[in-house]
């Protein structure tokens, strides 16, 4: 199969974030072309997928996107969100990204839905997602996507379409973030929770850390699950057997690529770590980074 023309020439780290925020690594600790758009503009979610970067956010009343092949020209855009259609999470879905949002300042009903976008700039219209609760934060894999978010909801989805949701969940058991590996999906959230599940639907294996140790990332690494909370790091090869790690300058969000964890925290602290337990501070931006991805050219 011949090369994808789309494919980045060099492996990245992408951080995004307020104020327009994009920079990027390749090694994570190495922080270059840094660029920022208008005060406002707050990008709060990013991924890669098709040989490009996709952020997405928000900014006055609009919806912002800004996509990129290489981390250094950037296409924007942006969509009426109404005051209160809003994106607060990103997947490259089997062919599309996909954004999920609703109403973050509703109470009751957050009209939850999905957009559709094959190039992250251009994006379709809202599709509604029955259900109350906004759903954050999705993954995919085994032909199935499974997403999380407020009070607990989680729902599974073969077809973006037809949405389940799963029974009887507990706003205490909400899950921050989710990811797909060797057959599961781990749900990770505060005080060290862990679950897991294989069809989104029936979920098991609930474990918890000490209080305070809120984990807001869960990433695959191709061997393993990793988990970083707030004081600790938890590991596990299958999802449901985990070793937990005391771990030092922990970030408030992370991602992996290419053997580097990199990670985020309050304002702008760019760190880096081999293991997901010891942290160094690499970089500090002007402004406070959301969120974090990587992609393999």
């Not at 991924?47 to 990129?68: H, K, P, Q, T």
């Not at 296409?75 to 990103?90: F, P, V």
């Not at 959230?189 to 679950?195: D, N, Y």
Request: net charge neutral.
């Amino acid at each position: 199969m011949p090369p994808n023309a789309n494919a980045p020439k060099k492996s990245l780290f992408v951080a995004v974030g307020h104020n327009g925020l994009r920079i990027v690594s390749e090694d994570g600790a190495d922080w270059k072309n840094q660029q920022t758009g208008k005060e406002g503009e707050i990008y709060r979610a990013a991924c890669f997928g098709d040989g490009r970067f996709v952020a997405v956010g928000s900014s006055g009343g609009d919806n912002i996107f800004a996509a990129s092949q290489d981390g250094a020209a950037w296409q924007t855009g942006k969509k009426d969100a109404k005051y209160s259609k809003y994106i607060r999470g990103l997947l490259r879905g089997d062919k599309d990204f996909l954004g999920l949002g609703g109403d973050p300042g509703a109470v009751g009903d957050s009209r939850p839905f999905l957009l559709r976008s094959t190039d992250g700039v251009r994006w379709g219209d809202a599709i509604d997602i029955p259900g109350k609760n906004m759903l954050r934060r999705m993954a995919f894999g085994g032909g199935l996507y499974v997403a999380v978010g407020d009070r607990g909801r989680r729902c599974a989805t073969k077809d973006l379409k037809d949405w389940q949701d799963a029974p009887d969940v507990k706003a205490v058991d909400t899950l921050i973030d989710v990811a797909f590996g060797k057959g599961v999906f781990v749900g990770v959230g505060l005080h060290g929770l862990r679950m897991t599940t294989e069809d989104g639907l029936k979920w098991t294996n609930r474990v918890v850390g000490e209080e305070g140790e809120h984990i807001n990332s869960v990433v695959w690494t191709g061997d393993r699950f990793v988990a970083v909370g707030q004081g600790a790091t938890y590991l596990s090869p299958n999802g449901y057997d985990w070793t937990r790690t005391p771990n030092a300058d922990w970030p408030l969000t992370a991602t992996y690529g290419g053997g580097v964890f990199v990670g985020a925290n309050w304002k702008g602290r760019l760190s880096r770590s081999d293991d997901a337990v010891a942290w160094k501070q690499v970089f500090k931006c002007e402004f406070h980074v959301e969120a974090l991805t990587y992609g393999a050219g």
